[in-house]
């Protein structure tokens, strides 16, 4: 792989602002990609729980990487809003080759122990109000159906790109909380669906699925310790994905982060290979 393999690529990263999005965001700066950060905290305000970390700061994270960062503030729950997102990148930049979506919600107003409504993670279904699965969803699968759907014409027209989500495998388990589970088993169901479809036009659609991953949210909770890699492990991931002249053979997976880093042999940050995450039942 040479130095800057995405050098002629341009890249959309959906929930850059912070965590895995970012982490994606640097690594693909970091090999030459262009690449559109958006979100929703941005220096003018408003800020998701009212955190530090904002898209511009993830565009300039990009560019002192070595590639080109643009920022762009969107909300990606907001159907309007991630159209006009698009249009504006086919616009600026005639194409999109890779579009990466890191968006996810479901964890907000979470300080660690307990969410806004009182629930802990894992706290059993029926004492759960059922308003969180709602949100879950929202900034789940609608937020990813919603990119897709917008990305999908333009791809198809070119006959080629990536879609990647990023999620987590359930590989048939539990992952320890109703919503949770619920959600992520139906961003992954939509992955594989859209696969299926997108695979006629030459279109690559798949899920990736990272490790306990060290967050600026997991930092600040006091779970540190806990994590098994950095966020940029994962965006090593999807470099080598997008530089994959054959990446149509993973079309529909849920692939793991470790499980790539062997194939294609990259390290984290820190130059380990960090083994699969496994969930404790």
Same mark, same amino acid.
């Given at each position: 792989?040479? @130095?800057?393999? =995405?050098?002629?690529?341009?890249?959309?990263?959906?929930?850059?602002?912070?965590? =895995?999005?970012?982490?994606?965001?640097?690594? =693909?700066?970091?090999?030459?990609?262009?690449?559109?950060?958006?979100?929703?905290?941005?220096?003018?305000?408003?800020?998701?729980?009212?955190?530090?970390?904002?898209?511009?700061?993830?565009?300039?994270?990009?560019?002192?990487?070595? +590639?080109? +960062?643009?920022?762009?503030?969107? /909300?990606?729950?907001?159907?309007?809003?991630?159209?006009?997102?698009?249009?504006?990148?086919?616009?600026?930049?005639?194409?999109? /080759?890779?579009?990466?979506?890191?968006?996810?919600?479901?964890?907000?107003?979470?300080?660690?122990?307990?969410?806004? #409504?009182?629930?802990?993670?894992?706290?059993?279904?029926?004492?759960?109000?059922? @308003?969180?699965?709602?949100?879950?969803?929202?900034?789940?699968?609608?937020?990813?159906?919603?990119?897709?759907?917008?990305?999908?014409?333009?791809?198809?027209?070119?006959? *080629?790109?990536?879609?990647?989500?990023?999620?987590? /495998?359930?590989?048939?388990?539990?992952?320890? #909380?109703?919503?949770?589970?619920?959600?992520?088993?139906?961003?992954?169901?939509?992955?594989?669906?859209?696969? *299926?479809?997108?695979?006629?036009? +030459?279109?690559?659609?798949?899920?990736?699925?990272?490790?306990?991953?060290?967050?600026?949210?997991?930092?600040?909770?006091?779970?540190?310790?806990?994590?098994?890699?950095?966020?940029?492990?994962?965006?090593?991931?999807?470099?080598?994905?997008?530089?994959?002249? #054959?990446?149509?053979?993973?079309?529909?997976?849920?692939?793991?982060?470790? /499980?790539?880093?062997? =194939?294609?042999?990259?390290? #984290?940050?820190? +130059?380990? *290979?960090?083994?699969?995450?496994?969930? *404790?039942?």
């Amino acid at each position: 792989m040479t @130095a800057a393999p =995405l050098a002629s690529k341009i890249c959309l990263v959906a929930g850059a602002s912070r965590g =895995l999005g970012r982490g994606i965001a640097r690594a =693909l700066g970091q090999a030459g990609a262009t690449v559109i950060c958006s979100g929703r905290s941005s220096e003018a305000g408003p800020r998701t729980d009212q955190r530090l970390e904002t898209f511009e700061d993830t565009a300039r994270e990009v560019e002192a990487a070595g +590639g080109k +960062g643009q920022p762009y503030r969107c /909300d990606h729950t907001n159907e309007r809003e991630v159209d006009q997102l698009v249009a504006w990148c086919l616009r600026r930049f005639g194409r999109l /080759d890779c579009v990466v979506d890191a968006v996810w919600g479901g964890n907000e107003g979470y300080d660690g122990e307990r969410y806004p #409504d009182g629930s802990a993670f894992g706290t059993p279904f029926w004492r759960r109000p059922v @308003a969180r699965l709602g949100e879950s969803f929202e900034s789940g699968v609608y937020a990813q159906l919603l990119l897709a759907r917008a990305v999908a014409p333009a791809l198809a027209q070119m006959r *080629q790109g990536l879609i990647v989500t990023v999620s987590f /495998d359930t590989a048939g388990g539990y992952l320890g #909380d109703v919503f949770y589970d619920l959600g992520k088993t139906a961003m992954n169901r939509l992955s594989f669906a859209m696969a *299926q479809e997108l695979k006629p036009f +030459g279109v690559t659609a798949l899920g990736l699925s990272p490790g306990h991953v060290l967050t600026e949210r997991v930092r600040d909770a006091g779970l540190a310790e806990q994590a098994t890699e950095t966020p940029l492990y994962a965006g090593r991931a999807v470099v080598a994905l997008a530089a994959d002249p #054959d990446v149509m053979r993973h079309a529909g997976q849920m692939l793991h982060v470790a /499980d790539l880093a062997r =194939l294609y042999g990259f390290t #984290d940050a820190d +130059g380990r *290979q960090p083994e699969r995450f496994i969930l *404790q039942s």
